[in-house]
């Protein structure tokens, strides 16, 4: 049986997670995989595998996803976007199909609750964010930032029931971290161009998406970033509680808010250097002209003063 909807699935270099994902829809006849140039296998499964694909060079995570919005031929209206680490559980398979047929015209988007897992473990407390759009009428909604993108909605969203599974740690811990550097470097790229929030937003907006964004803005602007995620985790989310995975992951966490800290006050150092040397050299190059202009003006005066005798 199939349900009135297609899926996009985003990837790179996804040969070893690409399978399973591409199991968990073989309930949709119009799967698309939108590649960003990988170098394994991931096209060649993804075709044995009966899904459509589309390659496009990487510039930027929401410039990809506003990509595959906008010009692949979807078959359907509404559209499941998923990463190549992410499986829809059966429960919430069959909430989609309920979702899509009671739908009222007003609805743009659902929100589906994503259950994070540390090798097997279930980061029930450590997870901050578990909600997330992924349920959408292609037609009207769009991402916003580069790097955690924001997805913009024009209408109204409604949840739905099951969950979304993601595995972030499947390809190893290096994989994880060494993407995690990638996207440290975005995010304090990120901060130079932080536009203002409204407190407001951040705390009561209905749109859990737009309040994270908000709540993301005054974030940055805080001192000892790392300690103030470690202890929201810790204490208030109670990380703890789901053992050492939950230990493991605060941890991984915190590193990463600490990496994008480094590295905004590396940028902030290497500015402020560039322009310490930009002054010097044009307060050298005054000096120079100013030297050059008095020395040209002496000799103007002696000149004017030459006895006409001399020769």
């Known amino acids: 049986m199939s349900c009135n909807a297609s899926v996009l699935v985003l990837t790179k270099n996804e040969e070893a997670d690409l399978p399973a994902c591409l199991q968990s829809v073989d309930w949709c006849d119009d799967v698309w995989i939108l590649d960003s140039g990988s170098e394994d296998q991931t096209v060649q499964i993804a075709i044995s595998m009966g899904a459509q694909v589309c390659v496009r060079p990487f510039d930027g995570f929401a410039s990809q996803r506003n990509f595959g919005l906008r010009n692949i031929p979807f078959k359907y209206e509404w559209l499941l976007i998923l990463d190549a ?63 955690n993108e924001v997805m913009i909605v024009d209408g109204d969203i409604a949840p739905v029931e099951g969950f979304l599974d993601h595995y972030p740690f499947s390809k190893g811990m290096s994989h994880w971290l060494t993407k995690h550097n990638v996207y440290s470097s975005m995010e304090a790229a990120q901060m130079k161009g932080t536009a203002d929030a409204s407190f407001r937003t951040a705390l009561f907006h209905p749109d859990f998406n737009l309040r994270r964004k908000h709540q993301k803005v005054f974030f940055y602007r805080m001192p000892l970033r790392p300690l103030i995620k470690f202890c929201y985790m810790f204490f208030v989310r109670r990380s703890f509680l789901d053992g050492r995975a939950g230990i493991n992951y605060t941890m991984l966490q915190c590193f990463y808010e600490y990496m994008i800290s480094l590295k905004e006050r590396e940028a902030v150092e290497s500015q402020s250097m560039h322009n310490r040397m930009v002054a010097t050299d044009e307060a050298s190059a005054i000096d120079a002209s100013s030297v050059e202009d008095a020395r040209i003006a002496m000799s103007s005066g002696q000149d004017a003063h030459e006895s006409p005798f001399t020769r």
């Open 85 to 147: 680490d992410e499986r829809p559980t059966e429960r919430l398979t069959s909430s989609i199909y309920r979702f899509i047929d009671e739908a009222s015209e007003e609805v743009s988007a659902g929100r589906l609750r994503r259950r994070d897992f540390y090798m097997s473990r279930w980061l029930r407390h450590a997870q901050i964010s578990p909600y997330f759009i992924r349920l959408v009428r292609h037609s009207r909604v769009r991402y916003e930032r580069e790097v």
